[in-house]
């Protein structure tokens, strides 16, 4: 009976992870010590730090480095809020942000709201809590209504003085913000349509609330205007969100008509997956019954049918951009610093039957 006790004690003991309290007590020095010497935050002599680091050898013991970064107030770690993970174009920048952040120094801790307003915030207290040095948020929240979504004032300090927003930002908020020069870019694919003849010009968009939605709207409108071409409201087709389901919404809104549009200005590149679902349901084709250009070049635009014409949004930059701004932002640490807005340029890439025509 006393064998099997010894046996189990020391499988017990095998499998347990060695604690900095493991450590201390085979080096002979207090708990505080062996963190003074694996953190460097106090000066130790040379053999007191030689026996902890050999007995951290011995046990194989490894710091939690997320553990005690959270614990301290300046923190090596930075949030990162989405409202997504399925895009490639947020993959892209989530990546950026986690590489820009690594070679300084910094770890990322990720949470996604799954477009949930009430969720974003939930992680954004939870990031404050758990004192992480900033956040860059991806937002799903068009604007900061105190009775619909109240938010404490502390949370909106936090915002304001810790935070980057990247390709859109609550209205009404004084932060910083990383996007790209929408207005220009949408006017730029319509012109396109505009200079090959098309005047049936359609519209699938996003709720007018959202920035990014907004700012494209107001470039499609201002290429049409400029055209001296008059807004037909039957082509223009504005959904909940910039997703797919709008996208299919819209095809088969627009492609109902009596008098289907010639061409399709599409905001995201979500919305234009969906609206090439709908088209093939319909059996239109593309081009040929229907010219399309739309925002954010789709993975496998290039190399599969139809090679359509599109805005490419620089995703890197923008992850690398806001990552830096976070950090120039928190190692500052200055009050009442003037909010800074970053607009990147995308790149309009032209294919198909505008390179023919």
């Known amino acids: 009976m006393e064998s099997k006790v010894k046996i189990s004690m020391k499988k017990e003991s095998r499998d347990s992870k060695p604690t900095i309290v493991d450590v201390a007590r085979l080096a002979g020095v207090s708990p505080a010590t062996v963190s003074h010497v694996l953190n460097k935050t106090k000066r130790v002599t040379p053999e007191t730090e030689e026996k902890v680091l050999q007995a951290v050898k011995t046990l194989r013991y490894q710091k939690n480095a997320l553990a005690s970064t959270l614990r301290?107030?300046?923190?090596?770690?930075?949030?990162?809020?989405?409202?997504?993970?399925?895009?490639?174009?947020?993959?892209?920048?989530?990546?950026?942000?986690?590489?820009?952040?690594?070679?300084?120094?910094?770890?990322?801790?990720?949470?996604?709201?799954?477009?949930?307003?009430?969720?974003?915030?939930?992680?954004?207290?939870?990031?404050?809590?758990?004192?992480?040095?900033?956040?860059?948020?991806?937002?799903?929240?068009?604007?900061?209504?105190?009775?619909?979504?109240?938010?404490?004032?502390?949370?909106?300090?936090?915002?304001?003085?810790?935070?980057?927003?990247?390709?859109?930002?609550?209205?009404?908020?004084?932060?910083?913000?990383?996007?790209?020069?929408?207005?220009?870019?949408?006017?730029?694919?319509?012109?396109?349509?505009?200079?090959?003849?098309?005047?049936?010009?359609?519209?699938?968009?996003?709720?007018?609330?959202?920035?990014?939605?907004?700012?494209?709207?107001?470039?499609?409108?201002?290429?049409?205007?400029?055209?001296?071409?008059?807004?037909?409201?039957?082509?223009i087709f504005e959904g909940k969100n910039l997703g797919k389901r709008t996208g299919l919404e819209g095809a088969n809104y627009l492609l109902s008509l009596d008098s289907p549009p010639e061409a399709v200005f599409l905001a995201s590149g979500n919305l234009t997956v969906g609206f090439l679902e709908g088209c093939r349901e319909k059996g239109v084709r593309i081009p040929g019954d229907i010219e399309l250009v739309g925002f954010d070049d789709i993975e496998w635009t290039p190399v599969i049918e139809p090679f359509l014409t599109c805005c490419v949004q620089p995703s890197w930059d923008i992850g690398e951009t806001a990552a830096s701004l976070l950090l120039e932002k928190i190692q500052e640490k200055k009050e009442g610093r003037a909010k800074r807005e970053v607009r990147l340029k995308c790149e309009v890439v032209i294919r198909n039957t505008f390179q023919k025509g």
């Open 72 to 235: 301290s107030r300046n923190s090596q770690v930075i949030g990162f809020v989405t409202s997504q993970l399925h895009s490639i174009f947020w993959l892209r920048v989530i990546r950026a942000v986690e590489y820009t952040l690594s070679q300084n120094g910094y770890q990322m801790f990720l949470g996604c709201s799954y477009g949930d307003p009430a969720r974003e915030l939930e992680l954004i207290e939870s990031m404050l809590q758990s004192m992480v040095g900033g956040v860059i948020i991806a937002t799903c929240i068009n604007e900061i209504n105190e009775k619909e979504l109240p938010i404490s004032p502390q949370i909106m300090n936090f915002l304001e003085e810790r935070c980057v927003f990247v390709d859109t930002y609550p209205s009404g908020m004084n932060v910083d913000f990383v996007g790209v020069n929408n207005e220009e870019a949408s006017f730029q694919l319509v012109e396109l349509l505009l200079k090959k003849g098309y005047r049936r010009i359609a519209m699938v968009n996003g709720d007018s609330r959202i920035l990014t939605a907004r700012e494209r709207r107001s470039g499609f409108f201002k290429a049409l205007k400029e055209y001296a071409v008059s807004v037909d409201e039957r082509y």
